[in-house]
């Protein structure tokens, strides 16, 4: 007796795409959120409506306006400055992630009980690789003695 549904290649059919059935936009998607943000952090002037519908079916309707005499990017790099002077550590690091980098992670590996061996295999010839590949064949992690 054959599981599953026998007609599973046939469901959804009616909806797949095909060479006639097409999405409008040929698949491609919008702008990422860094493209957004770039094209409005080279504004001056930022004006947006935004429309809300809630689960109940209300609508409520935002208007709003950011002008500035610098850039959008400017103004929050201002902002992000200024709160850095006032001693918010997160526009602080914010600040010194921009400006200086952020800092090398150092990784430091130790064993403990069971200290990790490092190898470097760059160094051996080929015969050696193969010898060690050989022996991690005959190797099975899945038995047990």
């Not at 054959?2 to 998607?29: H, L, Y």
């Not at 002008?67 to 602080?92: C, E, F, H, M, R």
């Amino acid at each position: 007796m054959a599981k599953g549904n026998p007609n599973i290649k046939n469901v959804g059919k009616s909806t797949r795409f095909s060479k006639e059935r097409q999405p409008a936009n040929n698949g491609m998607k919008g702008k990422s959120v860094t493209q957004w943000l770039t094209e409005y952090g080279e504004a001056k002037e930022l004006s947006f409506e935004v429309q809300i519908t809630k689960p109940n079916g209300e609508i409520k309707k935002n208007k709003g306006k950011v002008q500035s005499v610098t850039t959008i990017n400017q103004l929050v790099a201002i902002t992000i400055i200024n709160k850095a002077i006032n001693g918010d550590n997160a526009a602080i690091k914010e600040y010194l992630d921009r400006t200086e980098g952020r800092p090398k992670q150092n990784h430091i590996l130790e064993g403990g009980e069971n200290p990790i061996d490092i190898i470097d295999y760059s160094k051996l010839s080929m015969e050696a690789l193969r010898e060690i590949i050989a022996a991690a064949g005959q190797y099975d992690t899945d038995k047990s003695e």
